[in-house]
C-alpha cells in the first residue's frame, strides 16, 4: 500500500468533505491564514469564557484559559488535523512537502501528530502537570518540524509548497505556549528556598 496507512485513498465519505488537491498544492497563504483563524479562535473563545464565566477574573485564571484552548485547539485540533492528512492523504501530504511518496515515514509522523492531538484534547480534563508534559512534547517536535521544513526550503527552493505553509504553526504556536507558561511562572506564588542540609 503506498504511503501511509490509508494512502491516498481515504474513504469514500471522507472524500467529499476534504476536496481534492489543485495543481498548485497547499499554498503558503493559505497556511498562514489557517493558523492565524485557528488561534484566533482559541484566544477569542477564551476571552469569550473569560468575560462570561461567573468566576472572578485574575492574571492567573486569564493565562490558564488561554494556555487550555491554544493547547485544545493548536495542539490538540492540530495535531488531529496533521495526524489524519499524514494517514488519509499521505501521498498528497508527501507530495505538497517535496517528500517521496509511499514511505512509511508518513505512518509515523501521522501516528505522531495523532498521539499529541489527543494528549491537547484531553488538556480539558486534566491539568497541572498533563499541560506542561503536552506543550514541552508538541513544541520540542513543532519547532524541529519547523527547523526542517526552513532547511528544506533553503536547500531546495521549496517556497509556496506545504513545506513553506508549514513553517508559521510549527513556530508560532510553540512560541505562544512558552510565552505563555513564563507568564503563568511568574504569576505562581514563590516559596522560602530550601534550607540548606548539613
Not at 66 to 82: Q, T
Not at 115 to 142: D, E, K
Not at 169 to 187: G, M, Q, T, Y
Request: aromatic share 10%; glycine share 12%.
Amino acid at each position: 500500500m503506498a504511503g501511509g496507512v490509508a494512502g491516498s485513498a481515504a474513504p469514500p465519505g471522507l472524500k467529499r468533505l476534504i476536496p481534492a488537491a489543485d495543481t498548485h498544492g497547499y499554498s503558503e497563504r493559505e497556511g498562514c491564514v489557517t493558523t492565524i483563524i485557528v488561534i484566533a479562535l482559541a484566544f477569542i473563545v477564551a476571552t469569550v469564557q473569560l468575560f462570561v464565566s461567573k468566576k472572578p477574573r485574575s492574571g492567573r485564571r486569564t493565562l490558564d484559559l488561554y494556555l487550555l484552548y491554544l493547547l485544545v485547539v493548536g495542539v490538540g485540533l492540530g495535531g488531529l488535523l496533521g495526524g489524519l492528512g499524514h494517514l488519509l492523504f499521505a501521498d498528497r501530504v508527501a507530495e505538497q512537502l517535496g517528500w517521496a511518496t509511499g514511505s512509511p515515514f508518513q505512518t509515523e509522523v501521522g501516528l505522531f501528530d495523532l498521539a499529541f492531538g489527543v494528549l491537547g484534547i484531553c488538556c480539558i480534563w486534566f491539568r497541572g502537570q498533563w499541560w506542561y508534559a503536552t506543550a514541552v512534547g508538541w513544541s520540542v517536535f513543532a519547532l524541529g518540524a519547523g527547523a526542517n521544513h526552513i532547511r528544506d526550503i533553503v536547500e531546495k527552493g521549496s517556497s509556496g509548497s506545504l513545506s513553506a505553509a508549514s513553517v508559521l504553526p510549527d513556530l508560532l504556536v510553540p512560541a505562544l505556549l512558552i510565552v505563555l507558561f513564563i507568564l503563568r511562572w511568574r504569576l505562581e506564588p514563590r516559596t522560602a528556598p530550601l534550607a540548606a542540609k548539613a
